[in-house]
């Protein structure tokens, strides 16, 4: 190489003695390459320096270790206020992207770990495309995922290179592929391991061989023909998942590409004046706000320099069972322990299941396996870093557990319980080293749950806990530190929802109405299949643990239910019946302002025991609670989060609703006193 010119505040160039230039970025004072205006500016006067000297071919390069380009820079979005200063901000990445895409010699983007957003944008506007074969390196256009869809050319330049069905099921789901992945749909065009990165990047220029093309049917899914039906397709199947009404931007996305597909530049301009609309919208904003909530997740944990290295897990049920083969997936070695071989055999069985469906390459999956071993003696306690409690929910015995694994156990081993209501205070009495208990409540299933809170019990030790949240960061889990009270935060204030849900099905409104009106608003799923789908009996004794330490009332109908067994979609029946594990529901309607006072009567209870969770201090501050709610319970992302909604809607609002509710319904909507420092802070 040939010593270093132009070199900027982010980006420098090299040229290599075949004359191709290698723009190396490098974003100061980050850890992260993204796109700010600064950073586009820079890019824009360096690829003008570039052309104008004519080189063979030019290589765009990352210095970051830990990826090519996360996308743009989120926190910019934020300061954006009006559509104007949004489309300037559109316009310029294009005409970013633009300049490198009209470059007359090969151009080539060499990629590592993260590829997204306008990462992959500027890898699109590149000729050629390497991607480094190995695990971390992921390519995708996830930014639906934030109320908006890509605007610095990715839909015109990702349809005609792969096929509009394949490129617009990327963007519409936001998921993202691995190198090999992305090769076989056409979006790059070499992946190899680490060592021949630059060798192929060096021989795409000189040899420049013909740009890739889709085949015919990937072709033909873009013509002016196929693509209005496959259009309405697109919206059927989005609506699944993701209502008009909430989130509208993948149907944005779906009307830009069926307009114009056939013509990059109205393409290009309609991306730009269609995200500038979106990035204001509050589903918009609210996304983004989630994002950084699971950002502020994700640092917790992250100073700490703990490495643990053997888990052992006791109870080898569903919870325990999944814990163990996350944590093995994870590169954990991993100890299982239940009472007898025949009981730990079906958790042997999901997770070879789970490694097939994450690992893909047989020898992977074999060291998945060898990593997660049957041990039904407990001999793996002596060993382990972290014992994990997965037991059933008794007190009683648990402690009975501890009195056994504690002499076994390392001095400076965690005990972690995944209780999911028992105070760690009534478990740590046990203990003669009550320090070294905390909680670890995994939420069901294991595998797609992202939330783990992490319990503070009032022996625990700080240096515990610290461990605790770096070990949840460590198998790729979001931490949330709450304090030990009864439900810890995530079940208390599901708990009412869930209850006021039985009561309304008892007053005989139809379970299905119940569960629109929850999905209206944007919940998941709603709470009466949800209750079902848990467990009728679990959630009897979750509402017993707490209706003893809050003076809350169990409808009789749940009782009744799980008294004759009907314990939902794992008996077959619960409030609905089960076929083929779907339930079935009778199609009633009801009218708007049904649905309201069924919404409203669901939310209150929750909003109510989000703000007393606050108040009480259950929780650290608003953002760590709404972040608890949509990444445990998948509350309505496009809300913010309770206390997010809260705000935005108004207290002053709500707690007038509440005060109507409870001269109508009774005590159990009296507003909690957290409340009023809510409405003061308001200034309403």
Same mark, same amino acid.
């Given at each position: 190489?040939?010593?270093?010119?132009?070199?900027?505040?982010?980006?420098?160039?090299?040229?290599?003695?075949?004359?191709?230039?290698?723009?190396?970025?490098?974003?100061?004072?980050?850890?992260?390459?993204?796109?700010?205006?600064?950073?586009?500016?820079?890019?824009?006067?360096?690829?003008?320096?570039?052309?104008?000297?004519?080189?063979? #071919?030019?290589?765009?390069?990352?210095?970051?270790?830990? #990826?090519?380009?996360?996308?743009?820079?989120?926190?910019?979005?934020?300061?954006?206020?009006?559509?104007?200063?949004?489309?300037?901000?559109?316009?310029?990445?294009?005409?970013?992207?633009?300049?490198?895409?009209?470059?007359?010699?090969?151009?080539?983007?060499?990629?590592?770990?993260?590829?997204?957003?306008?990462?992959?944008?500027?890898?699109?506007?590149?000729?050629?495309?390497?991607?480094?074969?190995?695990?971390?390196?992921?390519?995708?256009?996830?930014?639906?995922?934030?109320?908006?869809?890509?605007?610095?050319?990715?839909?015109?330049?990702?349809?005609?290179?792969?096929?509009?069905?394949?490129?617009?099921?990327? *963007?519409?789901?936001?998921?993202?592929?691995?190198?090999?992945?992305?090769?076989?749909?056409?979006?790059?065009?070499?992946?190899?391991?680490?060592?021949?990165?630059?060798?192929?990047?060096?021989?795409?220029?000189?040899?420049?061989?013909?740009?890739?093309?889709?085949?015919?049917?990937?072709?033909?899914?873009?013509?002016?023909?196929?693509?209005?039906?496959?259009?309405?397709?697109?919206?059927?199947?989005?609506?699944?998942?993701?209502?008009?009404?909430?989130?509208?931007?993948?149907?944005?996305?779906?009307?830009?590409?069926?307009?114009?597909?056939? %013509?990059?530049?109205?393409?290009?301009?309609?991306?730009?004046?269609?995200?500038?609309?979106?990035?204001?919208?509050?589903?918009?904003?609210?996304?983004?706000?989630?994002?950084? !909530?699971?950002?502020?997740?994700?640092?917790? #944990?992250?100073?700490? %320099?703990?490495?643990?290295?053997?888990?052992?897990?006791?109870?080898?049920?569903? *919870?325990?069972?999944?814990?163990?083969?996350?944590?093995?997936?994870?590169?954990?070695?991993?100890?299982?322990?239940?009472?007898?071989?025949?009981?730990?055999?079906?958790?042997?069985?999901?997770?070879?299941?789970?490694?097939?469906?994450?690992?893909?390459?047989?020898?992977?999956?074999?060291?998945? *396996?060898?990593?997660? !071993?049957?041990?039904?003696?407990?001999?793996?306690? &002596?060993?382990?870093?972290?014992?994990?409690?997965?037991?059933?929910?008794?007190?009683?015995?648990?402690?009975?557990?501890?009195? $056994?694994?504690?002499?076994?156990?390392?001095?400076? &081993?965690?005990?972690?319980?995944?209780?999911?209501?028992?105070?760690?205070?009534?478990?740590?009495?046990?203990?003669?080293?009550?320090?070294?208990?905390?909680?670890?409540?995994?939420?069901?299933?294991?595998?797609?749950?992202?939330?783990?809170?992490?319990?503070?019990?009032?022996?625990?030790?700080? $240096?515990?806990?610290?461990? &605790?949240?770096?070990?949840?960061?460590?198998?790729?889990?979001?931490?949330?530190?709450?304090?030990?009270?009864?439900?810890?935060?995530?079940?208390?204030?599901? *708990?009412?929802?869930?209850?006021?849900?039985?009561?309304?099905?008892?007053?005989?409104?139809?379970?299905?109405?119940?569960?629109?009106?929850?999905?209206?608003?944007?919940?998941?799923?709603?709470?009466?299949?949800?209750?079902?789908?848990?467990?009728?009996?679990?959630?009897?004794?979750?509402?017993?643990?707490?209706?003893?330490?809050?003076?809350?009332?169990?409808?009789?109908?749940?009782?009744?239910?799980?008294? %004759?067994?009907?314990?939902?979609?794992?008996?077959?029946?619960?409030?609905?019946?089960?076929?083929?594990?779907?339930?079935?529901?009778?199609?009633?309607?009801?009218?708007?302002?049904?649905?309201?006072?069924?919404?409203?009567?669901?939310?209150?209870?929750?909003?109510?025991?989000?703000?007393?969770?606050?108040?009480?201090?259950?929780?650290?501050?608003?953002?760590?609670?709404? &972040?608890?709610?949509?990444?445990?319970?998948?509350?309505?992302?496009?809300?913010?989060?309770?206390?997010?909604?809260?705000?935005?809607?108004?207290?002053?609002?709500?707690?007038?609703?509440?005060?109507?509710?409870?001269?109508?319904?009774?005590?159990?909507?009296?507003?909690?006193?957290?409340?009023?420092?809510?409405?003061?802070?308001?200034?309403?």
């Amino acid at each position: 190489m040939s010593a270093m010119s132009d070199t900027g505040t982010h980006f420098r160039t090299e040229t290599d003695s075949d004359n191709i230039v290698w723009l190396h970025f490098d974003k100061a004072g980050s850890g992260t390459n993204t796109f700010s205006t600064e950073a586009l500016h820079e890019l824009d006067q360096q690829l003008q320096s570039i052309a104008a000297r004519c080189p063979r #071919g030019l290589v765009f390069l990352s210095d970051k270790p830990n #990826g090519f380009i996360a996308g743009a820079d989120i926190e910019s979005f934020t300061r954006i206020e009006t559509e104007a200063q949004a489309l300037d901000f559109l316009q310029l990445g294009q005409s970013v992207f633009n300049r490198l895409a009209t470059f007359t010699v090969p151009t080539v983007a060499l990629i590592h770990g993260f590829c997204l957003g306008g990462g992959t944008e500027l890898a699109l506007a590149c000729r050629y495309r390497v991607a480094r074969d190995d695990p971390g390196t992921r390519l995708g256009l996830p930014e639906v995922r934030l109320g908006i869809h890509p605007g610095w050319g990715g839909s015109a330049r990702l349809t005609p290179l792969v096929g509009g069905l394949k490129a617009m099921d990327l *963007m519409l789901t936001g998921r993202t592929l691995a190198g090999r992945q992305a090769k076989r749909i056409g979006l790059v065009d070499r992946v190899v391991p680490e060592r021949h990165l630059r060798t192929a990047a060096r021989r795409l220029i000189l040899e420049a061989p013909a740009a890739a093309r889709p085949g015919l049917i990937d072709r033909l899914s873009n013509s002016s023909i196929a693509r209005p039906l496959l259009a309405e397709v697109m919206r059927r199947q989005v609506a699944k998942r993701a209502p008009r009404a909430h989130y509208p931007a993948p149907y944005a996305l779906i009307d830009i590409w069926r307009n114009h597909a056939n %013509d990059t530049g109205a393409m290009l301009e309609a991306e730009a004046q269609s995200v500038a609309r979106l990035i204001n919208d509050p589903t918009a904003r609210n996304l983004i706000h989630v994002f950084f !909530l699971q950002e502020q997740l994700k640092g917790l #944990g992250r100073d700490s %320099d703990y490495k643990p290295k053997f888990v052992h897990v006791v109870g080898a049920g569903t *919870m325990g069972g999944d814990i163990a083969s996350w944590c093995a997936l994870r590169g954990f070695q991993v100890s299982l322990q239940d009472q007898a071989p025949e009981r730990i055999a079906p958790a042997m069985q999901r997770a070879h299941a789970l490694f097939k469906r994450k690992l893909k390459k047989p020898r992977e999956i074999q060291a998945a *396996m060898d990593r997660l !071993l049957p041990d039904h003696k407990g001999i793996g306690v &002596a060993r382990a870093d972290i014992v994990i409690e997965a037991i059933f929910e008794d007190a009683e015995v648990k402690r009975g557990l501890y009195r $056994e694994l504690e002499p076994r156990m390392k001095n400076d &081993a965690i005990l972690a319980t995944n209780t999911s209501s028992i105070p760690l205070e009534e478990l740590a009495e046990s203990l003669s080293r009550p320090g070294q208990l905390v909680g670890l409540h995994f939420f069901n299933p294991v595998a797609k749950m992202q939330l783990v809170e992490v319990v503070n019990g009032a022996s625990t030790a700080a $240096e515990v806990s610290a461990r &605790a949240l770096a070990f949840t960061r460590q198998i790729d889990r979001l931490p949330l530190p709450v304090t030990s009270t009864p439900g810890f935060m995530v079940n208390r204030i599901l *708990m009412p929802y869930l209850m006021e849900a039985v009561t309304l099905e008892s007053e005989g409104v139809a379970a299905n109405l119940i569960d629109q009106a929850a999905t209206d608003f944007g919940m998941p799923m709603g709470p009466v299949e949800l209750a079902d789908t848990v467990g009728l009996d679990i959630c009897l004794h979750v509402a017993q643990v707490l209706a003893s330490h809050f003076n809350a009332k169990i409808p009789e109908r749940l009782q009744q239910l799980v008294a %004759d067994g009907r314990l939902g979609r794992k008996s077959g029946r619960g409030f609905y019946e089960y076929r083929k594990g779907k339930a079935v529901k009778p199609k009633i309607s009801g009218s708007d302002a049904q649905l309201e006072e069924i919404s409203d009567r669901l939310m209150l209870r929750l909003l109510n025991e989000a703000v007393s969770c606050v108040r009480e201090q259950v929780v650290g501050s608003d953002d760590l609670l709404d &972040a608890g709610m949509i990444f445990g319970t998948g509350f309505a992302p496009f809300r913010g989060g309770p206390m997010h909604y809260i705000r935005s809607t108004g207290p002053a609002a709500l707690q007038a609703r509440l005060q109507q509710f409870t001269s109508r319904y009774g005590e159990r909507y009296t507003a909690d006193p957290g409340w009023e420092s809510l409405f003061n802070a308001q200034g309403d």
